[in-house]
């Protein structure tokens, strides 16, 4: 029984959740305790537990150094990234230098790959899951934000293998948001995913004809999320302190941990109520031992001001979707709000705006995506697909152009963004020098022709093929893209039509032997589950 | 899955590289966007490889995946306008057997075509043709005054564009005719 059951799981910047679709509506599985959605934290305790979910977030203040949040901004990254500098600065867990130009994260002297604390959110929900279910789970879709490159999209399928789950798949958040929403409703339309979530942002444009889900084009940001909503008011509230106290509370890390906590209340308050109070009750002591409040009203209309240009920032990436699939705001016909922060009535008024056209507002944003993995993973599982076609099909596409570096600096372009998945395409390379007995190529993926602009994947060698007089051998590169947008490169020689070895020199993810080590250490860590009780 | 299926999808992985992107979509030579998509939507149906996930023989996934990825690249390349006529032209000419498939040559060659045609209609300078749109957008208006200072830029950068001196000498024509006559100027 228990291999036919795939779960569908949400994993986010800040909270994931789990779904499962087996005869009948997907639903969302709660935990013992009756939670829908869990923090993404993981909180490694000292008696050698590990803590995961909404309980671990409070660790975020109390055991702040051995509490590692908002891991997926950092999963696929190399260490030298911007993302990765940014949060060094205000992470109070230890980011470190891996080898390969890799992150790692060291917490209590233990030395963690970032696709290793993801796995320990993933064994939180298969977890949830086979309690609520009593009997084991070992397979799962897992989505990622659609603008996640394939070094990020690997290191996620890695997550979900060390945490001892076979990913089915790899699928879109707003395509999965799409696919709950259209499943079994036989409509055919054209709408806008919006998916504001706590650390990314996507717009996927789709077009559903009854069963079909094609999408047409997708873009996002993968640096713009509610986080950064709750640091505009994180810097508004330490700056007035700085101005009222002469402290910076940004200087010290507990004291930015408790600055954190209060300004994502205070963004969930003044979205529900119109206005928040925030109040955190001796945040720091003064020089001369005074313990210090910090207390402040935050309007509607002064967060709004705030927060606009954010607002403003996603509409540039919906103008660049709605482009790429030639389409104008007014051609769609209903438009998905997927994420926490598109709660926000800043955000809601600003979508109503721009599309001319009421939000829809009857799927959870929170639990939305989850179900459509759900759906996706049965749909993968059914056996009567082959013989009887199966509810729905998802074409999706790639979200970055692929490339291979050429000479200076700059790159050629290979497969243009918005293809639709899988695809293959060739390109034919010869040899430079006499003799010349190996072949290097480097595979980028963004929209910039330097290569500088764009995200490294890898640089690959392909040996094995015939020795001539340069320009004499040719070798074919096939660049395929695979369902879950994951790029595999591969070479034949051109005139024996040999499959040419090729080797991976440098990437930014985990070997074979990284990977079973952190597979047998995931299955070593035991989970806590008691802190409800105390 | 039936054993004619499995027949067809046998028969269509082996001949798919003599298939034209038509002969893949099961398309008339010469279809137009609407009958492309309907086709595309009809063929993903039946070979999407989600359909086949659970299908044990490893074989059959393999060759359905061959079918699917060939099907995507025709879907790209018949859904875009100028890429259709291209490859059109391509598989009705003399060099069929080796133009199946559009390759980097042709997508250079549908870009070339492009480029050659912007240039034609707007100038050969990227400034050239900046100033030249933004005087079009300003004639349009009939703002004759700015018309005139964008063309004069864009003559700058191209001062042999007989189509940007024929824009100008037009402005020129309207300025004169909106100036009140007889007035002195002062120098």
């Known amino acids: 029984m228990s291999s036919d059951i795939a779960l569908g799981i949400d994993l986010g910047t800040s909270y994931s959740c789990v779904a499962i679709a087996s005869g009948g509506p997907p639903q969302v599985i709660p935990n013992e305790w009756g939670e829908r959605t869990h923090a993404s934290v993981v909180s490694f305790l000292e008696d050698g537990h590990v803590l995961v979910g909404n309980d671990a977030k409070k660790n975020i203040i109390t055991n702040a150094e051995n509490t590692v949040y908002s891991a997926k901004r950092l999963i696929g990254r190399f260490y030298f990234s911007d993302e990765v500098k940014k949060a060094q600065a205000v992470m109070p867990y230890g980011i470190i230098e891996g080898p390969n130009n890799a992150v790692r994260i060291k917490v209590r002297e233990r030395v963690m790959a970032v696709p290793e604390i993801s796995a320990l959110v993933l064994k939180e929900m298969k977890a949830v899951a086979e309690t609520h279910l009593g009997h084991p789970v070992t397979k799962a879709v897992v989505t990622c934000p659609a603008y996640f490159n394939d070094n990020q999209r690997q290191a996620t399928k890695d997550a979900g293998r060390i945490a001892g789950l076979e990913v089915l798949r790899i699928i879109n958040e707003p395509t999965a948001a799409a696919l709950a929403y259209g499943f079994g409703k036989d409509i055919t339309q054209k709408i806008c995913v919006y998916d504001l979530g706590g650390g990314t942002f996507d717009v996927s444009i ?63 308050e003044v979205g529900r109520d119109g206005v928040a109070d925030i109040s955190v009750p001796g945040i720091c002591q003064s020089p001369e031992g005074q313990v210090l409040d910090l207390a402040q009203r935050l309007g509607a209309e002064q967060f709004n001001k705030m927060v606009m240009d954010l607002v403003q920032c996603t509409f540039k990436v919906c103008d660049e979707a709605l482009q790429s699939a030639r389409l104008t705001a007014a051609d769609v016909d209903a438009v998905i709000l997927v994420g926490g922060p598109t709660r926000l009535p800043i955000v809601r008024s600003s979508v109503r705006h721009y599309f001319q056209k009421e939000p829809l507002t009857g799927v959870d944003p929170d639990e939305v995506v989850a179900l459509g993995a759900a759906i996706q993973g049965a749909a993968l599982l059914n056996r009567d697909a082959a013989e009887y076609g199966q509810a729905s ?27 639709p998945i899988p695809i293959e395409k060739s390109k034919t390379f010869t040899t430079s020098r006499d003799g010349q007995d190996r072949v290097k190529i480097r595979v980028y993926q963004g929209e910039e022709s330097k290569v500088d602009g764009c995200e490294l994947l890898g640089e690959f060698e392909f040996t094995g093929f015939r020795v001539g007089y340069r320009g004499e051998v040719q070798i074919q590169v096939t660049f395929e893209i695979d369902s879950n947008g994951i790029v595999n490169v591969s070479a034949t020689d051109l005139e024996t039509g040999q499959r040419t070895s090729s080797t991976i020199s440098l990437s930014s993810g985990l070997s074979e032997q990284d990977l079973k080590k952190a597979v047998d250490d995931n299955a070593g860590i035991e989970l806590a589950r008691t802190q409800h009780a105390v | 899955m039936d054993a004619q299926f499995l027949i067809e999808v046998e028969t269509l992985a082996t001949v798919l590289d003599q298939l034209d992107y038509y002969g893949v979509l099961k398309l008339e030579p010469g279809a137009g966007a609407a009958d492309v998509k309907a086709a595309y939507y009809r063929e993903s149906r039946t070979f999407h490889p989600d359909r086949y996930a659970a299908v044990e023989s490893v074989e059959v996934r393999e060759m359905i995946g061959r079918i699917y990825r060939r099907i995507n690249e025709a879907y790209t390349v018949l859904r875009d306008d100028q890429k259709r006529v291209k490859y059109q032209a391509d598989v009705s000419g003399p060099d069929r057997r080796n133009k199946l498939r559009f390759t980097e040559a042709e997508e250079s060659a549908v870009q070339a ?35 005139e200072r964008a063309l004069k830029g864009a003559l700058m950068y191209e001062s042999g564009n007989a189509r940007f001196k024929e824009a100008l000498a037009m402005v020129q024509g309207e300025l004169e005719k909106s100036r009140p006559k007889g007035d002195y100027r002062i120098k």
């Not at chain 1, 330490?238 to 940004?250: N, S, T, Y």
């Not at chain 2, 480029?115 to 004759?144: C, D, H, M, V």
Request: net charge negative.
């Open chain 1, 206 to 268: 789709l077009e559903i004809g009854k069963d079909v889900f094609e999408v047409l084009s997708t873009a996002g940001d993968t640096y713009l999320g509610g986080d950064d909503f709750d640091d505009r008011i994180m810097a508004w509230l330490a700056e007035d302190f700085l101005k009222k106290h002469g402290l910076d509370l940004r200087q010290n890390k507990f004291c930015l941990q408790m600055l954190k906590e209060a300004g994502e209340r205070a963004k969930i």
């Open chain 1, 393 to 419: 099909y998802l074409l999706d596409v790639t979200p970055l152009t692929l490339r291979v570096g050429t000479v200076g600096g700059f790159s050629e372009r290979i497969i243009d963004k918005n293809t």
């Open chain 2, 113 to 147: 075509d492009q480029k050659r045609k912007q240039e034609e209609q707007l100038g050969q300078t990227p400034n050239g043709r900046k100033f030249y749109s933004a005087a079009l957008i300003e004639i349009n208006a009939q703002r004759w005054e700015a018309a």
